[in-house]
């Protein structure tokens, strides 16, 4: 496929032109240690920290920090450093479902109800270093319920509404939290989620102490003496004081639950210093905030983007921040754009399955709105296509926003490889360059570093702030996971190709990873979900490509003796998978098959069921491994 070239727009007037970007960069090479430090400055500390990084990926030396000796609070950092000038600036813009159903905060808002929501849980006996899970809507008191977290030191977990009861209790065990801060219900694209009931349901298994609800829709709700606060009834009560525990810059910031190639989903630990200075910069960098921008990132809180790009980055930056409770297609298609003009938003960041679905209902609703007020665009959470790219670019942004696809996940903290809006040409399909300090590098099957255009498994050969600095209650997993493939350097997971302009094309994950609709989710948790049900012997769960959602889950099942498949108990199986882990992992597609593809030593040879999923017919390259090679014939047949 032929790559086209867009350059920056002519009158994108960028902090950061092109100069300044080569000026960042030499400065990131020629003194790491005062380039980071330069950037801590960006935060209030308590006390500035003497060094920046110090780190090691080796087994025999493995450690990383950053800003060791630093100390600072990030509530302080996100709210009370900005109120004597800007304390009556609209710092959260709650955009509800129903469209002009929402309402703003001011800083000074923002700060009081998160001194109260901290004050609260400190009444409660949460201390410095406790866990409490956040399992809300995309409402203002969510944002506020994470700095309270930040403020008092508590660890927050935030689990996105959308997974299970079972997912939720999972969490909760693994962290062991002591309190858990909901809402009643939430409400997305017309219909109620009830957020309660599931806590209580998940709460089944394992109590905590202490659960906050906030009132979204009002509806009646179970409430349980001497655990169950209704927030309503006590916010009057509380201060709207609260004194901000200093924290040093590596104790933990929050944990977020990701998936991984194997096992569980995995608590992603972030500390505070280096997170803090990672999505401050990250932030100002990437979307060229000014003053008196509106910014609308898409994202839920309940994912990394959501953490980095929707509260702490913006906020630290003293942005105005759109928290979107609703979808892309709800009254109507339009709907994005509808609430862009409304709210004047400059820089909108969304995911590349939302563009794709948009795409599909043609130029109309977009047209429809004006959009002038937007001057950039950003995507994140998987590849791009061109085409789609193309169509954001030209009919959404009018061709004048530059498109900045962002690369990075939840383990990096925020953005590693952008295009700098007013300094990089963009190549649609492309996340471009590593931002200043960052170095990729690709290394092949062998273990072979690669120079130059080439493809290969991408690795991160050194650390940056933002890095996550264990598996909660699992160091050795972290290492494990993420350092042991390749001696001496962080492996991502993806696949990613350099050409010979040295661009970055992600082109995937490598691994067990499935991205389906930019939500990690991972076969084996699916696979455990599915082997739960009674008739069913095994499962295998692979990922094959899809228009909107890039990739959608296919599971092949085999069942027990005497077990017959059809619709029914394909039914029966996605409704175990949406009650195990929630509606985002529900397989798209489910084949019942007498037989997987193994080899002589029992491995499932998951490379042929991708491609059978794909719709290939033959390609499946060497079969003589296999302890049966008449299955393949088997699945071609039975291909769903
Ligand atoms: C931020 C986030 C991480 C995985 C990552 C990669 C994919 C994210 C991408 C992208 C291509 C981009 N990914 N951004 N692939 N281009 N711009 O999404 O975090 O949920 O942890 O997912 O998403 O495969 O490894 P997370």
Same mark, same amino acid.
């Given at each position: 496929?032929?790559?086209?070239?867009?350059?920056?727009?002519?009158?994108?007037?960028?902090?950061?032109?092109?100069?300044?970007?080569?000026?960042?960069?030499?400065?990131?090479?020629?003194?790491?240690?005062?380039?980071?430090?330069?950037?801590?400055?960006?935060?209030?500390?308590?006390?500035?920290? =003497?060094?920046?990084?110090?780190?090691?990926?080796?087994?025999?030396?493995? +450690?990383?920090?950053?800003?060791?000796?630093?100390?600072?609070?990030?509530?302080?950092?996100?709210?009370?450093?900005?109120?004597?000038?800007?304390?009556?600036?609209?710092?959260?813009?709650?955009?509800?479902? &129903?469209?002009? &159903?929402?309402?703003?905060?001011?800083?000074?808002?923002?700060?009081?109800?998160?001194?109260?929501? !901290?004050?609260?849980?400190?009444?409660?006996? *949460?201390?410095?270093? /406790?866990?409490?899970?956040?399992?809300?809507?995309?409402?203002?008191?969510?944002?506020?319920?994470?700095?309270?977290?930040?403020?008092?030191?508590?660890?927050?977990?935030?689990?996105?509404?959308?997974?299970?009861? /079972?997912?939720?209790?999972?969490?909760?065990?693994?962290?062991?939290?002591?309190?858990?801060? #909901?809402?009643?219900?939430?409400?997305?694209?017309?219909?109620?989620?009830?957020?309660?009931?599931?806590?209580?349901?998940?709460?089944?298994?394992?109590?905590?102490?202490?659960?906050?609800?906030?009132?979204?829709?009002?509806?009646? *709700?179970?409430?349980?003496?001497?655990?169950?606060?209704?927030?309503?009834?006590?916010?009057?009560?509380?201060?709207?004081?609260?004194?901000?525990?200093?924290?040093?810059? &590596?104790?933990?910031?929050?944990?977020?639950? @990701?998936?991984?190639?194997?096992?569980?989903?995995?608590?992603?630990? +972030?500390?505070?210093?280096?997170?803090?200075?990672?999505?401050?910069?990250?932030?100002?960098?990437?979307?060229?905030?000014?003053?008196?921008?509106?910014?609308?990132?898409?994202?839920?809180?309940?994912?990394?983007?959501?953490?980095?790009?929707? *509260?702490?980055?913006?906020? !630290?930056?003293?942005?105005?921040?759109?928290?979107?409770?609703?979808?892309?297609?709800?009254?109507?298609?339009?709907?994005?754009?509808?609430?862009?003009?409304?709210?004047?938003?400059?820089?909108?960041?969304?995911?590349?399955?939302?563009?794709?679905?948009?795409?599909?209902?043609?130029?109309?609703?977009?047209?429809?709105?004006?959009?002038?007020?937007?001057?950039?665009?950003? @995507? *994140?959470?998987?590849?791009?296509?061109? &085409?789609?790219?193309?169509?954001?670019?030209?009919?959404?942004?009018?061709?004048?926003?530059?498109?900045?696809?962002?690369?990075?996940? =939840?383990?990096?903290?925020?953005?590693?490889?952008?295009?700098?809006?007013?300094?990089?040409?963009?190549?649609?399909?492309?996340? @471009?360059?590593?931002?200043?300090?960052?170095?990729?590098?690709?290394?092949?099957?062998?273990?072979?570093?690669?120079?130059?255009?080439?493809?290969?498994?991408?690795?991160?050969?050194?650390?940056?702030?933002?890095?996550?600095?264990?598996?909660?209650?699992?160091?050795?997993?972290?290492?494990?996971?993420?350092?042991? #493939?390749?001696?001496?350097?962080?492996?991502?997971?993806?696949?990613?190709?350099?050409?010979?302009?040295?661009?970055?094309?992600?082109?995937?994950?490598?691994?067990?990873?499935?991205?389906?609709?930019?939500?990690?989710?991972?076969?084996?948790?699916?696979?455990?979900?599915?082997?739960?049900?009674?008739?069913?012997?095994?499962?295998?769960?692979?990922?094959?490509?899809?228009?909107?959602?890039?990739?959608?889950?296919?599971?092949?099942?085999?069942?027990?003796?005497?077990?017959?498949?059809?619709?029914?108990?394909?039914?029966?199986?996605?409704?175990?998978?949406? +009650?195990?882990?929630?509606?985002?992992?529900?397989?798209?597609?489910?084949?019942? @098959?007498?037989?997987?593809?193994?080899?002589?030593?029992?491995?499932?040879?998951?490379?042929?069921?991708?491609?059978?999923?794909?719709?290939?017919?033959?390609?499946?390259?060497?079969?003589?491994?296999?302890?049966?090679?008449?299955?393949?014939?088997?699945?071609?047949?039975?291909?769903?």
């Amino acid at each position: 496929m032929s790559e086209s070239v867009h350059p920056v727009p002519e009158d994108f007037n960028a902090r950061i032109g092109a100069r300044e970007l080569d000026e960042l960069n030499d400065l990131a090479n020629a003194d790491p240690d005062r380039f980071w430090l330069d950037q801590a400055r960006r935060l209030t500390w308590n006390k500035f920290p =003497t060094k920046a990084g110090d780190w090691s990926f080796k087994e025999d030396d493995f +450690h990383i920090q950053w800003f060791a000796d630093g100390e600072l609070n990030l509530s302080v950092n996100c709210l009370d450093r900005h109120l004597a000038e800007h304390g009556d600036r609209t710092a959260l813009i709650f955009e509800a479902d &129903e469209p002009g &159903e929402g309402h703003r905060w001011t800083y000074r808002q923002l700060y009081e109800e998160t001194c109260r929501f !901290a004050n609260l849980l400190k009444s409660r006996g *949460v201390a410095k270093g /406790d866990r409490v899970m956040i399992y809300m809507p995309m409402i203002p008191e969510a944002a506020a319920a994470m700095l309270a977290c930040a403020r008092i030191g508590a660890i927050h977990s935030v689990v996105f509404g959308g997974f299970s009861p /079972d997912s939720l209790a999972g969490r909760i065990a693994d962290c062991d939290a002591c309190a858990v801060i #909901t809402a009643d219900e939430g409400v997305r694209g017309g219909k109620k989620i009830p957020l309660k009931r599931n806590v209580d349901t998940a709460l089944e298994t394992r109590d905590v102490p202490t659960v906050i609800v906030v009132a979204r829709t009002g509806a009646e *709700v179970a409430m349980k003496d001497g655990r169950d606060i209704r927030y309503a009834d006590v916010r009057e009560g509380l201060s709207t004081e609260c004194n901000p525990e200093i924290m040093r810059a &590596e104790d933990p910031l929050f944990i977020l639950y @990701t998936s991984g190639s194997t096992g569980k989903p995995k608590g992603v630990v +972030h500390t505070t210093g280096g997170y803090a200075t990672w999505a401050a910069t990250t932030f100002d960098w990437i979307f060229d905030y000014r003053l008196d921008d509106i910014f609308w990132c898409t994202a839920d809180i309940g994912w990394i983007t959501g953490h980095s790009y929707v *509260v702490y980055g913006p906020l !630290a930056n003293r942005a105005t921040s759109v928290m979107f409770d609703g979808v892309p297609n709800y009254p109507d298609f339009g709907r994005f754009w509808e609430t862009v003009d409304r709210l004047g938003v400059t820089i909108f960041y969304t995911a590349p399955t939302a563009i794709r679905a948009l795409m599909r209902e043609g130029d109309e609703p977009v047209k429809r709105h004006s959009r002038k007020s937007i001057r950039l665009l950003g @995507t *994140v959470g998987e590849p791009i296509n061109p &085409e789609a790219w193309e169509w954001y670019w030209r009919v959404v942004g009018d061709g004048r926003c530059p498109v900045v696809d962002t690369w990075w996940q =939840t383990e990096t903290g925020g953005i590693l490889i952008s295009p700098f809006p007013g300094a990089t040409e963009m190549k649609p399909g492309s996340a @471009t360059k590593p931002l200043p300090g960052i170095h990729p590098l690709l290394v092949d099957a062998a273990h072979r570093v690669l120079e130059g255009p080439a493809s290969g498994n991408l690795c991160l050969s050194g650390s940056w702030p933002g890095q996550m600095r264990t598996v909660w209650n699992d160091h050795f997993r972290f290492f494990e996971t993420y350092f042991k #493939t390749y001696s001496g350097l962080y492996f991502t997971g993806d696949g990613c190709r350099r050409d010979e302009d040295g661009y970055y094309w992600i082109t995937g994950r490598v691994d067990d990873v499935i991205n389906v609709s930019g939500h990690r989710i991972g076969t084996a948790e699916v696979e455990s979900s599915l082997v739960s049900h009674p008739k069913v012997a095994e499962a295998a769960v692979v990922g094959f490509p899809h228009d909107i959602k890039g990739q959608a889950i296919y599971a092949y099942v085999t069942l027990n003796a005497g077990e017959e498949g059809g619709d029914e108990l394909r039914k029966e199986l996605v409704q175990e998978v949406r +009650h195990d882990i929630g509606a985002l992992a529900a397989p798209e597609k489910i084949h019942f @098959t007498l037989a997987l593809p193994k080899t002589r030593s029992g491995k499932i040879m998951r490379r042929i069921l991708r491609k059978i999923a794909e719709g290939a017919t033959d390609g499946f390259g060497d079969t003589s491994t296999l302890a049966d090679p008449s299955v393949v014939e088997a699945l071609l047949a039975g291909r769903q």
